[in-house]
């Protein structure tokens, strides 16, 4: 069984206007990971994403090879305290 985590990551590259954050809400539901995802002002998407490690991991690795829409130029990943309680992954605007 792989441990749990809880990682906030910002997105920077082609991530508004393509689909980015159902492309991230569709990972993290194939994946039983839990959390949410945010488009920023300055262009960015922000998110934070629990679940077990190499989920997690497979989940950033999707994001960083992206698709014909999307294209990740810079992924910045930092630890995060697991939550309890939480039970979905949310767009959030």
Do not use: P
Not at 39 to 55: I, K, P, R, W
């Amino acid at each position: 069984m792989s441990t749990v985590i809880r990682r906030y990551a910002c997105a920077e590259g082609r991530v508004q206007g393509v689909g980015f954050r159902m492309f991230v809400r569709q990972q993290a539901v194939m994946r039983d990971i839990t959390g949410w995802v945010k488009n920023m002002s300055d262009g960015t998407v922000t998110m934070e994403l629990q679940g077990a490690a190499d989920a997690v991991e497979a989940a950033f690795d999707a994001m960083r090879a992206g698709n014909m829409f999307i294209r990740v130029d810079h992924l910045t990943i930092e630890e995060r305290a697991l939550l309890d309680g939480e039970r979905s992954f949310d767009v959030r605007y």
